[in-house]
């Protein structure tokens, strides 16, 4: 066991006892996404790496610290997508897809951020990214809200606390800026090591600290909302009114800045207190300069990001979670002999009454063996085949979670009669 090969940290397997919620869960998703009429788009898990130092920001941490980076054999620098923003502008782009906009998008897939493994936060982890191309208006950035409302709904998750602000144009980011700067550089002793390194490259970030001897400090620093431009401002109290006439209630919070260098106008956070540190279960706001930046005509972007990790576990502690479905039937031969005949009817049943789950027993051995086996799958009802049924041309039906006698019966009598022993017993 020395030289058993194992996972890397931080990238972990999803089992089969855990792969019928990850299904339950992406299937709400493409339903609620399908409602709102959003297209399915599929992006490759390396990029350039140039596509994410152009849109994520030089300084920022994913960028600086947790991407994974690396040269090919041609010698050009690629790099495992830390997020599926930049890939899906990219791509938007390179296939001329804001030749008619609005675009809505969305994409399912790992990213990759070589971070600290804790509950929450994984170096290979599942995102969902829903992205709007060619919408400037507030409705826009209220869709989201709506359509992300609608997904806990339909995904009975509860407890969920909306968060919203407005970060402006870039003139008044930059105007925020100077100011934080000036606030915080007195207190160079007070910060801490991430926070002081931050100071000068991006000192927005710092209001992101959670580290709970800064919140005083914080707390006191200039806000955002006195340096918005007037339409920031009209941008986001029309946005407001929209959720507020939809019945979704929010909370502005004033240092919600992102940790994303190309956001602009709204951003915003679903959060939980349910989680520990990692409370964020899906975020995103505008940024309308991205497609510009990487080197598209001006347009008009919103979107957002849920990690599913972070869905499922919450799904896991609110107990909502599902469990693999055991089969309904288990077919058998009673012996080696007939082996044959139980792998025909199985294939008849899966032919015939597609809706059943069935599971043929494919080891040696006596048939007592062979019914622990059929009761351990959790199985409803045992199919055996052996010498009695080969001569009569039929089929024994055994319940085996309930005192019902067994029944024997030809193979065209097996769906009347399976669905009424299922019935029964459900």
Known sequence: MANLAKSIRGMNDTLPTDTPEWRAVEGHILSVLQCY?????????????????????????????????????????????????ASCVRAVLQNSLLQNVPQRL?????????????????????QVGIEVFGAGSPQSDAELIMLTRRLWDSLSITNLRLEVNSLGNEESRANYRTALVNYFSPFKKLLDEPSLARLNSNPLRILD???????????EAPSLSDYLDDDSKNHFIAFTKILSANNIKYTINPRLV?????????????????????????????????????????????GCAMGLERIIELRKV????????????????????YELLAIQTAEYLRSHIPALKTILHVSSGKLKARMKKADRTGARIAILIGADEAVAKKVTVKPLQTNKQQIMCSEHELKEILNEMLVTNG
Request: with cysteine; charged share 25%; aromatic share 10%.
């Open 37 to 85: 009429g959003y297209h399915e788009i599929r992006l490759p898990i390396l990029e350039q790496t140039s596509v994410f130092h152009r849109s994520i920001g030089e300084q920022t941490d994913i960028v600086q610290k947790e991407m994974y980076s690396f040269e090919d054999r041609n010698g050009d620098s690629l790099t495992l997508r830390p997020e599926g923003t």
């Open 106 to 126: 969305w994409y399912l897939g790992p990213m990759f951020r070589h971070e600290r493994p804790q509950r929450g936060r994984l170096r290979q982890f599942h």
């Open 209 to 219: 600290s959670k580290n709970p001897d800064l919140q005083e400090l914080i707390s």
């Open 258 to 302: 992102r940790g994303l260098d190309y956001y602009n106008k709204t951003v915003f956070e679903w959060v939980t207190e349910e989680l520990g540190a990692q409370s964020a279960i899906c975020a995103g706001g505008r940024y309308d300069s991205l497609v510009g930046t990487m080197g598209g005509k001006a347009s008009h972007a919103t």
């Open 318 to 337: 609110q107990q909502i979670t599902l469990s693999p479905q055991s089969p309904d039937i288990y077919v058998m031969a009673t012996d080696d002999n």
